[in-house]
Every structure is written in C-alpha cells, then in structure tokens.
C-alpha cells in the first residue's frame, strides 16, 4: 500500500514526538549510570560510557530502599486485589439486581467523583489517630478501596452483556452468587484487566496519603521512601544517586504500560465513554 505524503508526516511527527517524550527518561537513565566524578564536571550526553551500577549499589545499601519495595509491592497488590472484588460485586448488585433506592445509592456512589482527595485527608487521619492504626498495612490500603470509578467501570460493563446468558443459567438452576462467578466474571475480563492495571499504577504512585499515614521508616512506600532521601543526605551521595533512585520507582510502571499498552488504551476508551 503506497503512502501519501500526508502519511509520511504524520509518521515523521509522531516519531518526533515520541522522541521528545522519551529524552527525559533516557537522560536520566543515562545519569544513573554515570561516575559521580562524571557528573561534577557535566551533565550532558544520553551515551553512558563508562558506565557503572555503583548508584544503585548505593541506593540499596545506605536506605531501606528493599523493605520500602516490598510495602510497594504489598499495597499495589493488595489494593488492586480489593478493589476488584468490591467494585465488581458492587457494580453486578447496581447493574442486574432490582433493589429500593438502586438509582439513588449509585448517584451517591458518583458523587464521590466530585469529592478532592484533599478534603478528606485531615479527618480520615484523625479516624486512624483515633484507632490508633497509622503505620500499619491497613492504614495504607483501606481509604484507598472506596473507587467510584472502579463500580461506574463495572457497572456499565455488566449492563452491557446480554440478560440472556443468566436466563440460561438460573435454568440450571445457578444461584446468584454462581451466575457473577461462573458467567459474569469471566465475560467481564477486559473491564476487570483494566480495572486492575489503573489500581496497581495508582496505589504504586500515590503519595499523599501515605505520606501521612506513614510516620515510620519502616512502613514508608516507595515514593515516600525516596522521597524521605531528597536534601542533604541525598546530595552527599551525588546527583547519579537521585538518577537512580528515580529510575528505581519509575521502570516497574514503565515495564507495566509497555506490557499492558493495549489494556491501558482500552480503558481510557471505556472511561471516556465510548
């Protein structure tokens, strides 16, 4: 098939643009894999030669960059397992069971939407100080499991497939809880996956809130982990150290869009209501 020249350009400034959006990342891979002899005198250059790992020996050895990986990994995993549970039962009970006030508990659920982050930090914090549960594994997920977006997600996607395959299954005489685990779950895989991958790159990210809730360098994420390094102590250890320590919390996410393009493309579609 011959190409138009509109084609080619179209081509070219997407190439470009990719290019544009890769620079950063590939300057600060490059910089994490400099000498920091390298980098007092100059900056520039994405070709690391030579090259070393001494940085994210450093990373791993001077912090507690491994226990905050693993709480990384324990919440991400955690949350995304939760929140698929919750918001898949909730959005079947919305979308196929007939109960007073269904309409008006679901525009409740949304109006959650419409709700900043911001506005209920300071009383979930005093809810947890109350109970005494800051710095425990409990603390970093439970806010988090309430997604209105994740049960609008599941909601419309259980309305969309036909009544029909229920019918079938109730004559088989299929309980409630069998037609969701045996039919509906399964059909409902795509919405599931891209339910799945926004939670694992939320909760890997977030920041705010465990940044509050987390007081002790013990039970610091990731994110609050490596950010707990900047200053100081941070600069004493060079430039080639921050490189690392981005590169470290940033490749997991990169890896996971990379694999999962496809899903991640799919749910900005269902979500912006195609």
């Known amino acids: 098939m011959t190409r138009t020249f509109g084609d080619r350009l179209l081509l070219a400034l997407m190439i470009g643009a990719a290019f544009v959006w890769m620079m950063p990342m590939l300057w600060v891979l490059a910089l994490s894999l400099k000498p920091n002899s390298m980098l007092v005198s100059s900056t520039r250059g994405i070709i690391p030669w030579p090259h070393t790992l001494e940085n994210f020996a450093t990373l791993l050895r001077v912090s507690l960059t491994p226990r905050w990986l693993l709480n990384s990994v324990i919440v991400a995993l955690s949350m995304t397992a939760l929140v698929l549970l919750l918001s898949s039962l909730a959005g079947y009970a919305f979308a ?78 299929a309980g409630r809880l069998r037609i969701f685990w045996s039919v509906m779950l399964p059909l409902s895989r795509p919405a599931l996956t891209t339910l799945g991958i926004f939670t694992f790159l939320f909760a890997w990210n977030d920041f705010l809130w465990p940044v509050i809730t987390a007081t002790q360098p013990e039970m610091y994420t990731l994110s609050v982990g ?49």
């Open 226 to 274: 490596l950010g707990s390094l900047q200053g100081n102590f941070a600069m004493s250890e060079g430039l080639g150290f921050l490189m690392a320590s981005a590169v470290f919390a940033s490749a997991p996410m990169l890896v996971l869009y990379v694999v999962f393009q496809r899903y991640i493309v799919q749910g900005v579609a269902m979500t912006g209501g195609k």
């Open 96 to 173: 196929r069971i007939d109960f007073p006030g269904r309409r008006a508990v679901f525009l409740l659920v949304l109006a959650g939407l419409m709700v900043p982050e911001q506005a209920i930090i300071v009383p979930l914090h005093a809810l947890f100080a109350r109970w005494e549960m800051h710095n425990t594994y409990f603390s970093l997920i439970a806010p988090r499991l309430a997604t209105p977006m994740g049960v609008f997600l599941m909601t419309q996607f259980f309305k969309a497939i036909p009544r029909e395959l229920e019918e079938a299954a109730e004559l088989d005489n």
